[in-house]
């Protein structure tokens, strides 16, 4: 097996790498310095189940690590119902006032005694979007949401929040799949 072959590219500093067979690769001139990575907000969405709060858990564990705010957020999703009738606008009756406050008092419970400063948000609205907005309005620096990992129909007909939230959020985000084994 000959050795590999180290040829300057003339434009740049970067070298092409040729391999025996004569495939060729292009690398870097110099190793890359790392970055520092800076994260001082978390935002997680919870929806109380199983699966978020062991992306909480995550969340949890990443605010710890970088000293950052953690930021649970809540997406109450009003149901409209086909028909002669529904159910009057959720944002202004005063069930959607104690049901807030019931939701951001389970909120607090779950971020109670975490070791890190948390906030919560309650909204209503489509859950993918409004934790996208949640997200540019906090400057959030990174996500982390648990996902069902749906396949085939039921991913057809239920869509994914997670996959929505991936595509537009501002900010890296972190997927927490159920069968996620457990780093703590």
Known sequence: MKPLQLLKKKESSAKIVVSARGHKATAPAAPLAPAAIKIRRVLVPVDFSDHSQNALRYAVAFASQFGAEL???????????????????????????????QILERLKQLSAGVGVKARQIVRLGRAWQEVVEIAKEQKADILIIAT?????????????????????????VLTVRPEERDFL
């Open 71 to 101: 930021i649970l957020v809540h997406i109450v999703e009003q149901m409209v119902y086909p028909g002669d009738w529904m159910y009057p606008p959720l944002a202004s009756s005063d069930f959607a006032t104690e049901k807030r406050e």
């Open 148 to 172: 069902h990992g749906y396949t085939g129909l039921k991913h057809v007909l239920l869509g994914s929040v997670a996959e929505k939230i991936v595509r537009h959020a501002p900010c890296p």
